[in-house]
């Protein structure tokens, strides 16, 4: 029985697939549902009224993973009446009234331009007790002056832009996600200070490709400008960014990241390749001598910056001769994390009909040299900061064998994941207390690839607002912002980018 049934409020359970942009989506998602009357459903509770699937188009399987998903829940939902299911995201954006015709038990499919819409489309299919697909073409309201559930008390994303100019051959979320489409820096800067005011540390602000941010209102200093103007809000103690493009990187943001001091020592720049070649192909207008050269000013500015990157393995045509530029790009670069993906065919780019299509166990050998270069790397890069003094914010989530070690995970400022020992009373008085969104300093012991561990206990604690919203189980709600004139980690084994030049996927 669902709690609406048993005469309860409505249930609902968002389940998201993607990449950041998707996640934030979620949040609004969450947002509007809660604001329409609807509860989220508890952890153990298998039946809530409401499922909302918010899904990517990027892998080549996510169709399948969407209809297995959609299938086990068909029996569920025949068990209980009332129950709805709704589709939202790219995958619904993409393939539309499809999804019904395969799943007649769906309720509602919505896409990415009319996610303000899904309360409504909810009530619809309830009232008429049939399916409503309601796609748009365009978007019907910019993202942000939706309701937010923010999933963390310490950290928010904050949308800087939707949608994307670029033309990469292996990217279909331009045509998903539309035209770039900006919104005013005070409208960003209201959503900033509102999260902060409920006591968020750290924002990070997000778009296909942040650092062509200001196109649509002709100013293409204004990324530069928007990171300075974070630097005056009291209370935000970092900064973070994702993705820019190596194209539309200027000289004017290395100097905003280098001179404001809450701006993280941390870069987010896709390469996808080391070979001009293959860039070409891609349709990526940069060539390596440049992105080599944006690293080089970076580290000038800030020598300790942790530089990652996405790299395909695999692209139709690519030779060895390729790829081993590619291996040369990344010893050069010095990266402190990789993305690494396999190419496969995403239905409706231009790669996937083009020659050259690379058999499967050439990509793999490929993948597996890639990997190896990248560890050696990152675990050398890593190395070097044992000894270190580091701040970390203290995360919910990122240490999958916290509770067994007795540490606590955060970040560091550059991005690196950090797991730390917490002290005893005696060692350092209240360091049983440390809770998520908390800031501890403590000495790096160890490293490895893909973290560090600090094993003696830490230097310093302090608490923040954001840790005792943590305790409380508080977590942020924005209300919106109206609008005005118009994970690093392991790479894991996957298909392409979750997109092509901006947002990567989560660790």
């Keep these: 029985m669902t709690t609406a049934a048993a005469g309860g409020p409505r249930t609902y359970q968002v389940r998201t697939y993607g990449c950041q942009m998707n996640v934030h989506d979620s949040e609004r998602i969450s947002g509007l549902l809660e604001q329409a009357g609807y509860v989220r459903a508890g952890e153990a509770e298998d039946t809530p009224d409401v499922v909302v699937f918010n899904t990517c188009a990027v892998r080549e399987n996510a169709d399948n993973r969407l209809y297995g998903n959609l299938g086990h829940l068909r029996p569920v939902k025949n068990r209980h009446p009332g129950m709805q299911i709704a589709v939202g995201g790219c995958l619904a954006q993409k393939d539309r009234g499809d999804i019904v015709r395969?799943?007649?038990?769906?309720?509602?499919?919505?896409g990415t331009h009319n996610i303000g819409s899904l309360p409504v489309l909810l009530e619809r299919a309830r009232h008429n007790a049939a399916a409503e697909v309601e796609i748009l073409e365009s978007l019907d309201v910019f993202p942000s002056t939706l309701p937010t559930r923010r999933e963390s008390t310490y950290a928010g994303w904050v949308s800087i832009s939707v949608g994307c100019?670029?033309?990469?051959?292996?990217c279909i979320v331009p045509s998903l996600r539309g035209k770039e489409k900006d919104r005013r820096p005070g409208d960003i800067l209201s959503e900033v200070r509102a999260l902060v005011d409920e006591g968020v540390l750290e924002v990070t602000l997000l778009g296909q490709n942040v650092n062509s941010y200001g196109v649509e209102f002709g100013d293409r200093y204004a990324f530069g400008k928007l990171l300075r103007a974070c630097g005056e809000i009291d209370g935000l103690e970092r900064v973070r960014f994702t993705s820019p493009h190596p194209k539309d990187f200027t000289d004017d943001v290395i100097a905003a990241m280098a001179e404001t001091p809450n701006v993280c020592p941390s870069l987010h720049m896709p390469l996808?390749?080391?070979?001009?070649?293959v860039l070409r192909a891609m349709r990526r207008s940069y060539r390596s001598e440049k992105y080599l050269g944006i690293i080089e000013k970076v580290r000038a500015a800030m020598p300790d910056a942790a530089i990652t990157t996405d790299i395909i393995v695999g692209f139709p045509g690519e030779t060895e001769a390729?790829?081993?530029?590619?291996?040369?790009?990344v010893r050069e670069a010095r990266f402190s994390s990789a993305f690494t993906f396999q190419y496969s065919k995403r239905p409706g780019t231009p790669a996937a009909s083009m020659d050259g299509q690379l058999p499967k166990q050439v990509v793999q050998e490929r993948y597996e040299r890639l990997i190896a270069c990248v560890e050696e790397i990152t675990w050398a890069e890593n190395k070097k900061l044992v000894g270190e003094t580091?701040?970390?914010?203290?995360?919910?989530?990122?240490?999958?064998?916290?509770?067994r070690t007795g540490r606590m995970s955060g970040r560091a400022r550059d991005g690196r994941l950090v797991h730390?020992?917490?002290?005893?009373?005696?060692?350092?008085?209240?360091?049983?207390?440390?809770?998520?969104?908390?800031?501890?300093?403590t000495t790096i012991t160890y490293a490895a690839p893909h973290h560090l561990n600090a094993d003696g206990a830490p230097l310093s604690h302090r608490r923040t607002r954001a840790g005792d919203a943590a305790e409380a189980g508080r977590s942020p709600r924005t209300p919106g912002v109206l609008l005005g004139l118009p994970t690093i980690g392991a790479p894991a084994?996957?298909?392409e980018p979750t997109t092509g030049c901006a947002v990567s996927p989560l660790s």
Aim: aromatic share 8%; proline share 3%.
């Design 102 to 110: 395969r799943a007649p038990w769906v309720d509602v499919v919505f």
């Design 165 to 170: 100019n670029n033309t990469c051959t292996f």
């Design 272 to 277: 996808q390749s080391g070979s001009d070649d």
């Design 322 to 329: 390729d790829f081993e530029r590619t291996l040369d790009v």
């Design 390 to 403: 580091v701040e970390v914010l203290v995360a919910v989530g990122e240490g999958r064998k916290d509770e």
């Design 420 to 441: 730390f020992a917490t002290g005893g009373a005696g060692e350092m008085g209240d360091a049983g207390s440390i809770r998520p969104g908390d800031i501890v300093h």
């Design 493 to 495: 084994v996957a298909s």
